[in-house]
C-alpha cells in the first residue's frame, strides 16, 4: 500500500490546489515620511490580509512601499522620480513578476489616464500558474462627478481595446481604484467590453470580465470612506455594511450636485477586481478587509499645487480606503 502512495504523489494526484488571494489597496499618498503610528498600523494590515498579489495606488517610490512590506513580498514598480503617486504591485514568494510594463505610457492617453499613471502590468508566474495582474487608477471625481465621468469613461475603452484579443487566452486580473461603483459606466464598459454600455444595475451576467466584488455592492459593502465613521474604533474589526451607500451612489449620476453638502452617505465601493471569463469559476471567494487597523486614527491632508504635491497635516490613519480582495483556486 505504501509503494501505491507513493506513485500517486510522484504522478501528482495528491498534490493540494494552489489558491491565491489577490488583493487591491489605494494608501492615501504612501511616502518616505510617514510616522511610525502610521507605519506600524500599515503593516498591521499587510500582515493580517496576508494576499499573494497586492496591486497598490498612491505609492511615492519603492523605498516607501517596503517601508510596510515584509521581506518576503517582491515589488514591482516603474520608480518614476516625476511621478509621486505611482501603480506598484507586490507578490509574496514563491510567486514572482516575470515581466513589467506600462500600457499606455504615450502622453496621447493622459486624459485618460492622469500624469504617468498609465495602467500597469505585471506577468505573475508561480505553483504552475501565469497571470496577468493589471493595476488601474482612474482619475478621481475631484472637480465634479458629471465633469470627469468622461476621463473614467475613456479610461475602460482603451483598457477593453487593450484586452480585447487577449481576454481570451490570457488569465487577466485586472484591479485598483476605479473612483466608480461596479453600477457606473466606467465599470460596465469593461464588464460588457461594449463602448457604449450605459451606467446602472446589471441586467444581464458580465459578458467581457467578471467583476467579482459586484457581489459586495449588493450588501452595501464599501472600500472608501469608513475613516469617517470609525475613526476611534475600540473593537478589532468593523462592519463592512453601510446602508444606502449604492442608492446613494446611483442617485446622483449624471446630475449636478455638491459632494459634501448633498451626498448623504459618502462611503463607497470604488476598489474592484476584476477578471476575464477564463477565471470566473476559480473564484471561490471575496471580501473587504475589515480589520480595526485599517480605519483607526487621525486623517491625513495633502494639498496639489500643480504638479507638486506635499502634505498639510500628516494623521496616524492607514489610509481612506480599506483592502478588498479575492480568493482563486486552482
Request: with cysteine; proline share 3%; net charge negative.
Amino acid at each position: 500500500m505504501r509503494w501505491l502512495c507513493t506513485l500517486v504523489l510522484l504522478m501528482g494526484c495528491g498534490a493540494p490546489p494552489a489558491t491565491i488571494k489577490v488583493a487591491t489597496y489605494n494608501i492615501y499618498w504612501l511616502d518616505d515620511g510617514i510616522s511610525t503610528e502610521r507605519r506600524e498600523r500599515l503593516q498591521q494590515v499587510v500582515r493580517e490580509l496576508d494576499a499573494d498579489i497586492i496591486g497598490f495606488q498612491e505609492i511615492q517610490s519603492r523605498a516607501a512601499l517596503a517601508n510596510i512590506l515584509p521581506d518576503h513580498y517582491e515589488i514591482g514598480i516603474l520608480d518614476d522620480d516625476e511621478e509621486l503617486l505611482e501603480l506598484a504591485v507586490a507578490v509574496k514568494r514563491p510567486l514572482t513578476i516575470a515581466s513589467l510594463e506600462m500600457i499606455f505610457p504615450d502622453e496621447m492617453y493622459d486624459d485618460a489616464f492622469p500624469r504617468k499613471r498609465d495602467l500597469l502590468e505585471a506577468r505573475v508566474e508561480g505553483v504552475g500558474q501565469s497571470l496577468h495582474v493589471l493595476v488601474h487608477h482612474a482619475k478621481s471625481r475631484r472637480g465634479g462627478r458629471v465633469e470627469t465621468d468622461e476621463r473614467r469613461v475613456k479610461a475602460s475603452k482603451r483598457i477593453v481595446e487593450s484586452l480585447t484579443s487577449r481576454v481570451e487566452q490570457d488569465r487577466v486580473i485586472l484591479l485598483g481604484d476605479f473612483n466608480d461603483n461596479p453600477d457606473d459606466q466606467s465599470l460596465n464598459i469593461l464588464e460588457y467590453g461594449i463602448s457604449n454600455a450605459v451606467g446602472g444595475i446589471d441586467e444581464k451576467p458580465d459578458a467581457f470580465l467578471y467583476n467579482i466584488t459586484e457581489s459586495l455592492l449588493e450588501k452595501n459593502y464599501c472600500s472608501y470612506g469608513y475613516n469617517y465613521l470609525y475613526d476611534d474604533i475600540k473593537e478589532p474589526t468593523f462592519d463592512p455594511v453601510v446602508e444606502g451607500a449604492r442608492e446613494e451612489n446611483n442617485k446622483w449620476r449624471g446630475r449636478e450636485h455638491d459632494f459634501f453638502n448633498d451626498v448623504k452617505v459618502k462611503a463607497i465601493l470604488f476598489d474592484q477586481i476584476l477578471v476575464s471569463q477564463n477565471l470566473k469559476d476559480h473564484v471561490v471567494d471575496r471580501g473587504v478587509f475589515t480589520g480595526a487597523s485599517a480605519v483607526v486614527g487621525t486623517r491625513s491632508r495633502i494639498r496639489f499645487k500643480g504638479d507638486d504635491l506635499s502634505y498639510t497635516k500628516r494623521g496616524s490613519f492607514a489610509s481612506d480606503h480599506v483592502p478588498v480582495w479575492a480568493l482563486l483556486k486552482f
